[in-house]
């Protein structure tokens, strides 16, 4: 693989349900990011992590667990999925201080 | 808190004119400034970063800064239809090793024919 891949592409999820949304880099970035993104809201971060085994929270946590136990991957997971929860999810990568480079994102619906 | 606004737009262009684009922060130790283009149903994906006062210029690409006034901008250059997108400013501080970006809301452009 080359870049950062993000799975599934897409998820109809009844309320309730558990669901781990996937991401992986290639690009041995330290930082890695969860966004979410609604309409009219922009992108906003949900957690993050500077580097292997250390994660934090963004803006907008409440709902979701991250973690980060090497540098490739960074899964996202809803422990109860909720409407509210229905959104376009974006994972990014970056070397610190350099851009961020998202993934293609997965597309969440939770009914 | 800190904050990037920018205008939603729409920006809407004629076809080879030149599209300005702005945005404005609150957080003066704001060290590093990126503009993203972002598709309809796309990912984010990076235009041009710009870290020092003045010009930086990148083919139809001109991005401007200017940390006294604590404003970034984004001129495209003899725009095309295929510039038409949502454009997105993120700011990061590299506060206390963290460099957690400050995103805007995005600017959409629209080029028309």
């Known amino acids: 693989i080359a870049g950062i891949t993000q799975a599934p592409t897409s998820q109809i999820l009844a309320a309730g349900r558990r669901m781990t949304l996937r991401c992986t880099q290639d690009?041995?970035?330290?930082?890695m990011y969860w966004y979410r993104q609604d309409l009219g809201l922009g992108l906003r971060l949900i957690h993050y992590?500077?580097?292997?085994?250390?994660?934090g929270k963004g803006e907008v946590p409440d709902g979701y667990s991250v973690s980060r136990a090497n540098t490739d991957d960074f899964p996202l997971t809803l422990a109860s999925a909720v409407p509210s929860q229905t959104s376009v999810y974006f994972c990014?990568?970056?070397?610190?201080?350099?851009?961020?480079?998202f993934g293609p994102g997965t597309r969440l619906t939770v009914l | 808190q800190k904050e990037v606004e920018q205008n939603s737009g729409p920006l809407s262009v004629p076809e080879g004119a030149i599209a300005s684009l702005n945005c404005t922060y609150s957080?003066?130790?704001?060290?590093?400034f990126f503009w993203y283009r972002q598709y309809s149903g796309k990912s984010p994906e990076l235009i041009m970063f710009?870290?020092?006062?003045g010009d930086k210029e990148d083919g139809r690409f001109t991005a401007q800064l200017n940390k006294a006034s604590q404003y970034v901008s984004l001129l495209i250059r003899d725009s095309q239809p295929s510039d038409s997108a949502t454009y997105l400013c993120?700011?990061?501080?590299?506060?206390?090793?963290?460099?957690?970006?400050?995103f805007g809301r995005g600017t959409s452009l629209i080029v028309h024919p």
């Open positions: 992590s500077n580097t292997a085994g250390t994660t």
């Open positions: 690009m041995r970035h330290n930082a």
């Open positions: 990014a990568s970056s070397p610190n201080e350099g851009e961020q480079f």
């Open positions: 957080d003066r130790g704001s060290q590093s």
């Open positions: 710009i870290y020092s006062n």
């Open positions: 993120a700011v990061k501080n590299g506060w206390r090793g963290s460099y957690i970006p400050t």
